[in-house]
């Protein structure tokens, strides 16, 4: 990746971004020594032209940005900053540097997997959760295809507010069924976003094809 340092001095923008939610978290500038302290531990760090030094996000908050990604514009003279923030990343206390709550509702089905994922593990007496993991493979399944009737019933029959109550019955079921059998939700996340391209029939249709002919 080349990046242009010497177009404005010896520093170029950084881009924060929120690596799940996609929203913009801050700008700050980076020179060469930054960005390969970035790289080096992972963790996001600039040049503050205030104090005249490096600035490695988090170091006195505790709120460090954790590096996924980072890419070059096509001028070469501005990063995209993709990272994982442990906190609010404006020094004011929010969540950006434009005020914004940086959330997304479908980003709490990782927390929801991870909950499940930690019930699996520790299975807590007095957990619902528990109790399926105990009851098996089938008895989950059984309970996927009651919550999938149920949801049908109220998308042909019942109310909008019903309708989205059983939906996320069964989407919690769903979530333990694939935890039993050591998957996650995200893969079928990863599944959807293979599907959104225009050429994913074909692809399958010529990699079912070639399989035949072995």
Aim: with cysteine; net charge negative; hydrophobic share 30%.
């Amino acid at each position: 990746m080349k990046i242009d340092f010497e177009k404005s001095g010896g520093l170029v923008p950084a881009i924060i971004q929120d690596a799940q939610t996609k929203n913009v978290l801050m700008l700050g500038y980076m020179n060469e020594e930054a960005y390969q302290k970035t790289i080096d531990t992972k963790k996001v760090t600039f040049w503050s032209r205030s104090r005249n030094c490096l600035w490695t996000k988090g170091e006195t908050s505790g709120n460090f940005l954790h590096l996924v990604d980072i890419k070059v514009d096509c001028d070469n003279d501005t990063l995209l900053v993709k990272a994982t923030p442990d906190g609010p990343t404006c020094h004011t206390g929010t969540d950006t540097c434009w005020g914004e709550t940086n959330d997304s509702g479908v980003t709490f089905l990782t927390e929801l997997q991870d909950f499940i994922d930690k019930r699996h593990q520790e299975m807590p007496e007095g957990s619902y959760t528990t109790k399926l993991f105990k009851d098996g493979i089938n008895k989950i399944a059984q309970k996927v295809g009651e919550e999938a009737l149920e949801t049908v019933i109220e998308a042909t029959n019942g109310t909008d507010e019903h309708l989205v109550y059983e939906a996320s019955d069964l989407l919690y079921h769903l979530t333990v069924l694939l935890t039993s059998k050591g998957l996650r939700i995200e893969q079928v996340a990863d599944e959807l976003h293979k599907r959104h391209d225009p050429n994913w029939d074909k692809q399958r249709r010529e990699a079912k094809a070639a399989g035949k002919m072995k």
